[in-house]
């Protein structure tokens, strides 16, 4: 049963529909309090659509949006127990930050001491104490990223929602500003609900994520299971990389292509036996070698194509029949040297392959033509 915590988040069959197009659809999802949530999936899923019916910005054509346990249907964004942090930060420039990190208590009318301490307790958090006679065109990105945040948490919201707020910075930053920000989230233990597309950010971030698809969710989960066990072959593929091989259900956990035999410990349960499939493998649990592994199932053998050293770890490019490319993705240390253009295997474990139905199968490999085998 769902406690309606402060800083609970419900969602109980929501829809918002624009003209002809529906970019939610009957959307439940409950947030618990604390947690860290990301809304993760691709440009037009719903994600920001959905994050923006929880601010205020927009409001549902069907459903009801509970926060804290609160039904928000009707109520303005201002009103809301709720802050949003954006991509583009929008801070004063005429401003110093501690005056930008004020100006919320200020229109509440907050008392001065009040409003210093609050304001210095929000700087330190972030680390921006030492910036805050600074005015914005002083700061650097993840600078103005801090201060956009601290704005945000010194009005103590229940919920902080958070669009693509890494967005605009450069990769190296990026990955630093994810460990800070999981790190914040902890210690101030309000509840971040973050819309991202970008699948580091979520799986480094999120105590759970919702993998949104054309306005619904394709599967919540920790990220741990997202990743390991997918729901779909969308979410499979969405998440990390994969090798995905076509075929036919010759059996349950077999599936069975031209130039590969594959079986599997996990099939999803709208894989039917003598009907299209397709089978996943994640790069890293490919394994390339130049010796014969003399087995008929899960090995595919090729031509070396392509190495790239990836610091610790070495990714390697086979090409198969028909010209498909099968990518693995190793450790250093378990990688075989193999010179370019020579024959090899590549052969992975059961337990490292799934196995999708046909309408899953044509929603990954879109026109590809998935291979039929007699019999």
């Known amino acids: 049963m769902f406690e309606a915590e402060a800083g609970s988040v419900q969602l109980i069959d929501v829809t918002k529909i624009f003209g002809h197009t529906t970019a939610v659809d009957s959307l439940n999802l409950e947030v618990k309090a604390g947690e860290f949530l990301s809304l993760l999936g691709p440009s037009g899923c719903g994600k920001t659509t959905t994050l923006r019916m929880l601010a205020g910005f927009e409001q549902p054509d069907l459903g009801s949006i509970l926060i804290s346990g609160t039904d928000v249907a009707g109520v303005p964004a201002y009103r809301r127990d709720v802050n ?65 945040l601290a704005r945000a948490l010194v009005n103590k919201p229940g919920v902080l929602l958070l669009d693509e707020p890494l967005g ?32 580091e950010e979520a799986l480094s971030m999120s105590d759970r994520i919702a993998v949104m698809l054309d306005g619904h969710i ?5 990220p741990d299971t997202i990743y390991d066990l997918p729901a779909s072959a969308f979410v499979a593929g969405f998440i990390g990389q994969q090798n995905f091989f076509a075929g036919q259900v010759t059996a349950h956990g077999q599936l069975n292509g ?46 070396l194509a392509g190495t790239a050293h990836m ?8 090409i198969i029949g028909g010209g498909k490319e099968i990518l693995s993705r190793r450790p250093r240390h378990r990688t075989e040297k193999i010179e370019l253009g020579r024959d090899v295997w590549c052969m992975w474990d059961d337990g490292d392959a799934q196995i999708f139905g046909a309408s899953q199968a044509e929603l990954v490999m879109g026109d590809e033509e998935p291979v039929t085998v007699a019999g």
């Open 311 to 318: 610091g610790d770890t070495v990714q390697q490019v086979v």
């Open 258 to 303: 031209a130039e590969w035999s594959i079986k599997a410990n996990r099939q999803t349960d709208d894989t039917v036996v003598g009907a299209p499939g397709l089978a996943a493998v994640r790069p890293e649990s490919i394994q390339v070698t130049e010796t014969n592994p003399s087995r008929s199932t899960n090995t595919v053998g090729g031509r």
């Open 84 to 148: 949003t942090v954006f991509q583009h930060y929008a801070l004063f420039p005429h401003m110093t930050v501690a005056e930008n990190v004020a100006y919320g208590l200020r229109q509440q009318g907050t008392e001065r001491e009040e409003m210093a301490a609050r304001v210095g307790e929000a700087l330190e958090m972030v680390q921006m104490t030492r910036f805050a006679k600074r005015k914005p065109r002083q700061l650097s990105g993840g600078q103005q990223q801090r201060v956009a």
């Open 218 to 222: 394709q599967q919540l989960a920790d």
């Open 168 to 199: 605009a910075l450069d990769r190296k930053l990026r990955q630093e500003m994810q460990i800070e920000l999981k790190l914040l989230q902890t210690q101030v233990g309000i509840t971040f609900i973050y819309v991202t597309h970008d699948q």
